[in-house]
Each structure stands twice: as structure tokens, then as C-alpha cells.
């Protein structure tokens, strides 16, 4: 009897060893880790539910033999392979088949399990396991049996027999749920039980509960309450106590028992400091229990998601075995070998990409194709490299390849076509009906070379379209092949900053020493995709529903009882038991009262999907919490929809919707913040786009569009959600005292009169203060940026109303923010008074712009300015608006509105641009961007500033308030005068010129 999940995975990913955790076995190594589906527990806490909770085979995608899997693991330098992301004791033989084949080669084993097994299962289990994190979910069998299913004593034998047994190194996680296992008497029970029975060595783990499956109206872990865990377990005299899901340095590090050094620094899962010999703290020599090789590995926090091919043939075996990514190169580098790009005529090159075509083809409709044949001689061409790029008008459906060691030209193009079309991690598989109107390129590359200068010469040897270039500095890789550089018509320094970029590195690090850059050859062959016949024939025939009209109303009167038992109290009933579960793009739910608007919910997963069942009931679950709180009575007219078969049709601003048959599709728009969808047979294509994207407020140029087979009970439905605005909060309390600035009153009043002095005393003639139109001010911390910001502050009259406009950094709220507050706290007794009846005028004359304090919440721009105003003008009243993107047309609009309501008020506000310069390139390159930027700003060009910040990668986080401000100040016809007042780097107070910050100070 084979298990039907045996050598099938949900996927491969490198993580750090930390991650799992364990921080006693191999520290900074990287393990391969994988899962399969189910799990023998049912924790109303998933935070992998998609994952344990699903019944479906077809979820788990990914084949591979143990044998595979463990040479995958070697080749890209795996210490260890990880059974993990469901409880590998329930796919125990596929876990031990591979643990034995990972042993043959030296790899070691690890399993992240719930400890939830029987005894004789306990020793087959971990004969083959070298490590083990064993979840202590909770220490009262109340919590086992009602959140879980299972039951505590088993795991706690689980424990002791690990532990005290078997030579598998044991660490524990204990994932703290408010409410549910937080409070304290219970976990001095769990630390009493953990140093009575299994010893002080066994390190654990505290880690951060997030709303998660059918918990997701419980609150995140505080921070707070992992350090009271972590203090009570230290004080009890557990050894080795770390927090989770958190920063926090202090409690992530390992200390010596013995000397109480820290002796392992940790942040997350980025090792630092390593004070060890081996496994010897150097500084008095104890022994840490665990597994420590000499060394540290370096693998860092990245996390490198990876497809495991299974060996083909024995002749090609060595070369089989693909595991690559378009982004990061693995271990293969080393065995690259000089392979200059092949010499291929027009035919060829059509050839290969007619063959590419037919291996999309068949990777949609889940086909295996061999295109040796048909490929001829060209089949055995061995390449360096090889991508495939499928596009829809200009927007990218998918880009995968490899670039490394020769490899056989048809194992490698199957490989890439299959990975673009199904498993590019940044979008949707590809389906059937786009391929119509898909492009599909083909780009065969060499062997990389080193680029064999440095410095900015190294831009003499790039010739754009002919060159792709790799850069790799430390843990970060990234790549870009010569078409990108063509089609974007950029320069040789624009390349270079992109693939930088890519690389998750600052623009400009080409330039430093620790960066190699190569370059490689390509040619690419570009042309609209090559359909065969029957695709039409089964576009149509695929287009049937997906769920039919009676099991419709079965899910219906499902969603409906349950909502009727969730407003009552009563217990809901979890599955629909006549209804199978399957796994679908998405789920909506509508509910229409009488008097109103229709409220709905959605849940959609472009990449992978979701389960049916219970997303349906997460659905219903978050209608009821609507409900209650509107006082509705769950009488409403519920209508729900099963979204399949999803489709990509680009972005708000370059989309083709030609297959789009509004009798069975929905329209369906995202940006990130807002969704909605629209399903209506009574409109035309072009009606149902227009009315998806009017529901709500979408961000131009960033919204993407899609269509999905609707079954709905409904014959409409129309549903939207976005951000909502707190339009009311009366205070503002500080975000960033304390670091941004001191939170004690004296210190900052200290650090305030200090920076005031100074720049008092190096006045070559008396500065007194005037009235000026704008100014600009960054917004670093004050030991930074202090000194600039204050040299504008004290030259300016300050009025009585300040209006200041900084860039919005984070993403909650509404985009255009307005502040609501009555008053702006900087500590209790500091404070500065709001003007929440000019911020009101703006709100209702600006378009776009809204009051809300979500925006606010969290946003530093404004703040740190307060303590300048708060010493200099302290009778000032305060209006703040957050800003995050909107197009040319949209702030050119906004600024008309406000230039106009400025010039209607008897004592207009002094506007002030909060904004840093560019970010993360070394010092001198920081300064020549920043040059760039501010001679737009001198000629006082709005447009020219955010045109010079696009092309030139300048980073710098105001140039929408900067450009908003310029366009105001134009539209109020006012003459105005550039002042440069100061100018540095963070390399002026930090020394280090590496990796800066330019700041700037103007008046206008
Ligand atoms: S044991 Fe782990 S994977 Fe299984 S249901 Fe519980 S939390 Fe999810």
C-alpha cells in the first residue's frame, strides 16, 4: 500500500536552518525544505492551512524521487533537508525513504513536527530524523483537544522519548496565542515540566501568534508578552530561550551558561556576531549542546524557492538535474565552463521557438512533451544558458531559464518553458485561452565572464542589446538578460543600477569591490505565440462551469445556515458534507439589505488557489463580524460566486480583454489596497471593465486585471473594498520618540537648543527670520538630519498655520491622508495643536485627498519635525497630508484645488515639503543624483523632477509631495526663488561613506 502523497510535494525551498527553528544545529546553514498535504491535527491556528487543510492530491504538485530530492539538497549546498510545512508523520514513509538517501551522502535529516504519534510509530520516525523542532503547542489539555484535536500527553511522551532516547538533537516551539495559552501560570506548569523531565539544555522557542485560518479574529502575539515568556523561562533556568516571528536581538542571541557572553548574535534568522571554537564559547571554553561545524554557515535570512527535476536519463544524469532560478545563482557556478554562445541562423532560432510554444502548450493543459524530435540536431546543442519570456501586450506573463553550466539545448528549453508558463513565483500560471494573444521570446545566452574593469570603466564594456549582465555581492544575486536593457532603452549606468536592484542591492554597487559583475552574450528571437488547432476546440470546451447550479445552492444554503448560527451563538457546521471541497482561484460573497448597498468579501489567489470550503466559511465568517457589528440581522439576500480559471490581462493602463465572454466571466481588479469585481451578462466587455475599475479609488498604472469563470447563484454581483478612512481621532500620539528623537521632554529640548546653538555659533553674519512661500526639510532622525532641518526652521516667520506634506512610508490608510488631529503629541506633557477645520477644507476641496489618521498612525515625516516647531513656534497649529503615488494628471488636478483654496484663505498655511534625498548609494554617486534632482528643483520643474528621479533611479521619497508643492505654487501664480540653505550625506555624521542618505534643506 503506497500513500498516494508518496514522492508528490506542495514545493522546494532553501531556507535558513533558523527558520524551522533550530538554532543549535548547524547555525547559518541552509536546508531544503519541503511538505506534502493534510496533517493529522486540526489547529484552528494554521498559519499553513492552505497546506494541511487540503484534501486534494492535485494540490500537491511538485514530483520528486527521495534520491532527487537529496542531490538537490547537495548541489546547492544544503547542510540538511527538512521535512516540514505539514507534519511529516503522516508522510512518514516518503520522509524516511528520503532521510536515508540524504544519510548516503553525507546530508543530515530534520523534522518539524507537532509530536503527535504513537509509540511504535515514535521509533520508526525518528530513526532517520538528526534533528527535531517538536511544537509544545500549549501546556492544558483543554487547549489539545478544542484547538488542535489532539491530545497533550502523547506529545509530551513524544518529547521525552526524543529527547532521552534517540541521538536526534531536540528543540522546542511554543507559538503564544492570546488568550488561548499566554497565561503565565500555565507556562511556568510548561518551563517547571520542560527542566524537570527533558533538562535545561532543550532550547525554546516563544514565537508570534498572527490571525491566521479560524482564528483570524484573535490578536497578533504582543511583543510584550514573548519577552514576559522569554524573562519567566531564563529565571526558571532554561539555558537556551529565544523569541520568534519578531526583531528583537536581545532575546534571539545565545549566551554561555557559563561566562554570559553572547557568544551567537542573532536578528530574525541573520546570524551576527559568532563567538565559538567549534562548539566551544572562545571565551572560557564551555561546550554548547547542539551540532556546530567550525564555521557558521553564511546563508543568511533569504529564503530561495526551487523546482527539483527528476533524473532523465543515466547519460544525461549529471545534467539532469535542474535547479535553477532566473535570479540566484546556485552552487552549479562553480562548475561553469567557458560556452560561447552558439552561432544560430533564422530558421533555427524559429525552430527552437515553435518548439517552446509547444512546451507552454503542453505545461497548460498539465502535458508532458518531448521536443527532441522535432528539435532535430539542435536538441543536443549544448547551451549556457537558456530563458523563456511570455508576454501580453507589455505586461510579462512569465520569465524563467537558467543561466550556468552547458547543458543539453531541449532538457534545458523544456525546463524554462514549463517553469514560465506554470511556476513563475511572481504571477499567475499561465491558461489556455491567453495563449492567443501571448508573445513568447527565446533567449540563448554564453557563458558568463568577468567584466574585466572597474569602477565606472566597467560601462565601456557593455553594449546594450547584445549584453546580459549578472551581479553578485555576498548573498545577493540578480540578473537581467540583454533584451531587458533594449527594450527599456536604457544606458550602460542604467543597467547596471537595475540589475543592482534586481539583485536587492543599493543602484550604483556595482561600483564597489565586493561586487563582481559579468556580463554574457545573448541572442533572443521574439514573435507571437505559435498556437496549435485544438486550442480554440478547447478554450470553448473548457469554459463549462466549474461547480454546478444544484451544488451551488447546496454551498448557498451552507453560507447561510452558518451565518444564521455564527448571529445566533450557535456552532456552525465546518465542511458541507455533501459538497466535495476542491481548490479554486477564489470565493465571493454578497450580501445585499434591503436599504442598502451590497457589502461583499473576497478571497482570490492568483498563483495557486484556494480551498473552497473553507475560504467559503472564512467568508461567512467575516459577513457575521460585519453583521454584528452593523446590527444586521443576516436576512440579507446572500449571493456567492466560485471563482476558476483565472486570467491575466495586464494593467489598468495596458490590458487586452478580447476573450473575455461576460455571460459566464467575472472582471476582476487588484492593486494591492483595493479590489473589486464586477459579474454582469448584461454588459459589454468594455462596460464591465470600466465599471470594475469605478468601484473604487485604483492606483493608475498599478492595478491588475483579471477575468475568472464566475458560477454565482447571482445573475449580478458587484462588490468592491479598499482602505477605509479613521476620519475622527483627536490626538496624535508620538510613533517615533525615541528613536527618531529622545522620548524623555529634557533630552529632546537638550538636543534641540544644542543643534540651535551650534548653528548659531557658526553664523558668519546674524540670521533673522522672513517669510517664504514653501520649504523643504528631510525627515531622518535628528542625529542625522537634525542640523539641516533646523537651518531652515529658524530662518522662516513661522505663521500660526503650518502645512506640511511628507511622503507616506508605510502602507496603511488612504493615499492622499489628510490628518484629522486636534493635537500632535510628542510626549505628555509636549504637545502642539492640529487644525482639524483647515485640514477639513482640504479634504472636501483637494480630489483624492481624505481625511484619515490610519495614514498617520505610523508616519515619521511629519513628527520629526516637532521638535523644532514645538521649541521655535510652539503656539503653531499643525496640518499634515501623507502622499503615495497618483499620476501627473492627478496631482496637477489636486494642486489646482489646493492653490485655490490657498488663495481664498486670509492667513494661508506656510507649506513644507518633508522628504529625504536619494537613498543607499555610495557617497559620491549619492551626491550626483542628488545633484540631478535638485536642479530640477532650482528650476522649480515639477514634472522635470519626477521625469530626472525616473530615469536616473533617484530614490528620493518626496518628489510626489516636492512636485505636488511646485504645482501648487505655479497654479497660485506666485513668483518664487530656489535657496539651496544646506546640503549633506549621512556620511557626515556616520562616517561611513559605503551606503548613505543625501539630505536637503531649501526655501522656496
Ligand atoms: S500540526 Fe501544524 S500543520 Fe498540522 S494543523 Fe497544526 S499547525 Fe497546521
Redesign the pocket.
Known sequence: MVLETYGRSTGFCIDPIEKKPLNHFLPGTPVLSFGTAG?N???KF?Q??DI?KSREVSRISEIAAASDIAHAALQWGCRSVAFTY??PVIWAEYALDTAKACHEIGLRTVAVT?GYLTETSRQDFFSGMDAANI?LKAFTEDFYYKL?GAHLSAVLDTIRYAVHETDCWVELTNLIIPEANDDPDELKRMMGWILDEVGCDVPVHFTAFHPDFRMRDVPATSHETLAMAYDMARQAGLNFVYVGNVHDVPRQSTYCPSCQKRIIERDWHQLGIYDLQQDRCRNCGYRLPGLFDAAPGDWGRRRQPISIRPTQSPTHESMALQVTSPTRTGPNMNREIDNPIPSLQRNQLESIHRSACHLVEAAVHNQSLDVSQELGTLADLLVAGIFVTLKRGNTLRGCCGMLGRPTRLAGALADSATRTALHDPRMAPVTATELPHLTLSISILGSPRPIGMSGDDQMRMIEIGKHGLRIRNNNNAGLLLPIVAKERVWNARQFLDAVCTKAGLPPGSWRSEETTVELFDGIDHSAPFHVTSDVTSDRIERESPVVDATTLQQLNLWVQSNLDAMLSGATPMYYATDVDDMTVAGVALQISMDSNHPTGWMHLNVKEGIPMQSSLFQLTQAAASTLKQTNGEGQGRIALAILSRLIHHGMDTDFEVQEVQPNNRAMIAMDGKRWSITFNPSLSVNDLITTTLAAEHFRAGGTMIYSALCDSTATQLAISAGPSALTHAPVRPPAVAGSFYPAKDTDREHLVDQILGELKNSEKTPITSRPVNAAMVPHAGLQYSGRISADVWRRIELPQDILIISPKHTPHGIDWAVSPHEQWNLSESSTMQGNPELARQIAESVPGMEMDAVAHQREHGIEVQLPFLHRLAPASRITAIAMSGGTVAELRTAAQSLAKLMTGLATPPLVVISSDMNHFADDSENRRRDRLALDELAALNPLGLLETCEKENISMCGKIPAAFVLLMLQAMKIECHYEEIAYATSADVSGDRSRVVGYASLLF
Open positions: 496533517c491535527l486540526g489547529c494554521c499553513n492551512w494541511s505539514n507534519d507537532a511544537d488542535t
